[in-house]
């Protein structure tokens, strides 16, 4: 029968901050005080604070979230900018009051936008966002999300059904 391990205590560093050399394993999660979960990952090019982006911790690989090349798999949001040469936190579960949008409508399904690191209310085939909603209608397209271990198949989702 296998052991099992829990969690290690992460208490470095906040949402906001980017490191040039990783500070904690990549995959690390946190909690932040209002309980949303957070996971440690490589930056990409083009992030801020709200920005939503691919990551596959098995090649160390981020991404923004976009419909044009890339990969799919699951999906967060970061809290800062982070680039390509840094590393930082990511929110993977709870309310985020920072994501970046195009309009969107209060309560609705969130879908991949046209514009790569954002979501949109729009519907697309192969864009659906899986455990992502907006609760707000956005603000110059910022919105309130609520997110749980948000992914996203692309297109290879729609041969799946």
Known sequence: ?????????????????????????????????????????????????????????????TELLGRSGGFFGPVAITGTAITATQFGWAQIHGINRSASTDTVAARAQLYVD?????????AATGSTVIGAI???????????VYISYPIWYGTAFVAFI
């Not at 829990?6 to 208490?11: A, M, T």
């Not at 707000?136 to 910022?142: C, H, I, L, W, Y």
């Open 134 to 144: 907006s609760l707000s209608a956005d603000e110059t397209n910022v919105a309130t």
């Open 1 to 61: 029968m296998p052991n099992l391990t829990g969690y290690k205590h992460v208490l470095h560093g906040n949402t906001v901050t980017a490191d040039t050399t990783a500070q904690v394993p990549v995959g690390s999660r946190a909690y932040d005080t209002a309980g949303g979960e957070w996971i440690y990952i490589r930056g990409t090019a083009a992030t801020s604070n709200g920005t939503w982006v691919v990551y596959d911790l098995a090649s160390d690989r």
């Open 114 to 122: 046209g514009t790569s690191g954002r979501v949109d209310d729009a």
